[in-house]
C-alpha cells in the first residue's frame, strides 16, 4: 500500500473517535474504484499490523496513537515464572502482581498480591511444587474467608487460581524466560469480578483504574467484552463504563 495512502487515512480519521468498516471502505473506493470486498479485508490486516488503526470492536475502528500494555516485570515475577515454565513447559498459565495498578490508581497501595493462574487439572500440583520451592505466603483457591483472614493481613501474598478458558493472555520474554502476563483486558475484568480479592481495588479507585488505563493504552473492547462474557459480567461491566466513563466508550457499548 502506497504511504502517501496511509498518510492520507491517518489525516482523514485521526480526529474521528471511532470509524466504521464502511467508512474506511469508502476511503479506498476514492482511489480504488474497481476495489473488491477480498482486497479490501486485506487492506485492513495491513493497517492493523502495521499498528496504523487498532479495532475497538467488531467493525469499529480507532487510529492507532495509543501504545500497548506493557508493564515491567519485577525479578520476584520473572523467578516465580521460571519455575512454572520449568515445571510445566507446556501449560497455559499467567502470571502478574497488583503493584502494576499503581501506575492507574488513585492511591498507591502498599499491598501487593502475585498471582498465577495455570490450567485446572494443574493448579494443586502447581501448588505443592511452589510450597516446597519458595518461602512466599501461598493461596491455593482462597475463599472469602481465607481473604478476609489471611490474605488481608498478609503483605506479599502469593495467590493460585485456576486459569478461565481462553483467557486473553501474552506471551513474554524477560531475562530468557518465556511465559504469559494477562492482557489489560483481563486485568480489567478480573479487577471488577473479584470484588472479594481485589476489596481495596473497588470504588472510586476501580473507577480510576478504568478510566486511566483506557485512557492511556490501546483496549480491545471485543476482547475485554467477550472474556467478560465468559465470566459473567459482561452487562454488569458495560453498565460500570456507560455509568463512570461514559466519555471514553460512548459509541463503543450499545
Given at each position: 500500500?502506497?504511504?502517501?495512502?496511509?498518510?492520507?487515512?491517518?489525516?482523514?480519521?485521526?480526529?474521528?473517535?471511532?470509524?466504521?468498516?464502511?467508512?474506511?471502505?469508502?476511503?479506498?473506493?476514492?482511489?480504488?474504484?474497481?476495489?473488491?470486498?477480498?482486497?479490501?479485508?486485506?487492506?485492513?490486516?495491513?493497517?492493523?499490523?502495521?499498528?496504523?488503526?487498532?479495532?475497538?470492536?467488531?467493525?469499529?475502528?480507532?487510529?492507532?496513537?495509543?501504545?500497548?500494555?506493557?508493564?515491567?516485570?519485577?525479578?520476584?515475577?520473572?523467578?516465580?515464572?521460571?519455575?512454572?515454565?520449568?515445571?510445566?513447559?507446556?501449560?497455559?498459565?499467567?502470571?502478574?502482581?497488583?503493584?502494576?495498578?499503581?501506575?492507574?490508581?488513585?492511591?498507591?497501595?502498599?499491598?501487593?498480591?502475585?498471582?498465577?493462574e495455570i490450567e485446572k487439572d494443574l493448579i494443586e500440583s502447581l501448588y505443592f511444587e511452589l510450597k516446597d520451592w519458595s518461602r512466599n505466603?501461598?493461596?491455593?483457591?482462597?475463599?472469602?474467608?481465607?481473604?478476609?483472614?489471611?490474605?488481608?493481613?498478609?503483605?506479599?501474598?502469593?495467590?493460585?487460581?485456576?486459569?478461565?478458558?481462553?483467557?486473553?493472555?501474552?506471551?513474554?520474554?524477560?531475562?530468557?524466560?518465556?511465559?504469559?502476563?494477562?492482557?489489560?483486558?483481563?486485568?480489567?475484568?478480573?479487577?471488577?469480578?473479584?470484588?472479594?480479592?481485589?476489596?481495596?481495588?473497588?470504588?472510586?479507585?476501580?473507577?480510576?483504574?478504568?478510566?486511566?488505563?483506557?485512557?492511556?493504552?490501546?483496549?480491545?473492547?471485543?476482547?475485554?467484552?467477550?472474556?467478560?462474557?465468559?465470566?459473567?459480567?459482561?452487562?454488569?461491566?458495560?453498565?460500570?463504563?456507560?455509568?463512570?466513563?461514559?466519555?471514553?466508550?460512548?459509541?463503543?457499548?450499545?
Open positions: 500500500m502506497p504511504k502517501v495512502i496511509e498518510n492520507k487515512l491517518i489525516e482523514e480519521f485521526k480526529g474521528r473517535e471511532y470509524f466504521t468498516r464502511e467508512d474506511l471502505f469508502e476511503f479506498y473506493r476514492y482511489f480504488e474504484p474497481n476495489l473488491k470486498e477480498g482486497t479490501f479485508g486485506w487492506r485492513i490486516y495491513d493497517l492493523k499490523a502495521k499498528n496504523i488503526i487498532r479495532p475497538l470492536k467488531r467493525g469499529l475502528y480507532v487510529i492507532s496513537y495509543k501504545p500497548k500494555y506493557k508493564p515491567e516485570i519485577s525479578p520476584k515475577v520473572i523467578k516465580l515464572a521460571k519455575r512454572i515454565t520449568d515445571k510445566f513447559k507446556d501449560a497455559k498459565h499467567c502470571i502478574w502482581e497488583t503493584e502494576w495498578l499503581n501506575e492507574f490508581s488513585q492511591h498507591q497501595a502498599s499491598k501487593r498480591i502475585i498471582l498465577i505466603e501461598l493461596y491455593f483457591n482462597p475463599d472469602e474467608k481465607v481473604i478476609d483472614f489471611y490474605i488481608a493481613e498478609s503483605n506479599n501474598p502469593v495467590v493460585i487460581r485456576k486459569l478461565v478458558t481462553r483467557s486473553p493472555i501474552t506471551r513474554r520474554t524477560e531475562k530468557r524466560v518465556k511465559f504469559y502476563t494477562p492482557s489489560l483486558e483481563k486485568i480489567l475484568v478480573d479487577l471488577f469480578a473479584e470484588e472479594k480479592l481485589f476489596y481495596y481495588l473497588q470504588g472510586s479507585e476501580l473507577m480510576n483504574i478504568y478510566e486511566n488505563a483506557i485512557s492511556n493504552y490501546a483496549v480491545n473492547f471485543t476482547k475485554l467484552f467477550s472474556y467478560a462474557k465468559r465470566r459473567e459480567r459482561e452487562q454488569d461491566i458495560k453498565q460500570f463504563m456507560m455509568e463512570h466513563i461514559n466519555h471514553l466508550v460512548k459509541g463503543i457499548i450499545e
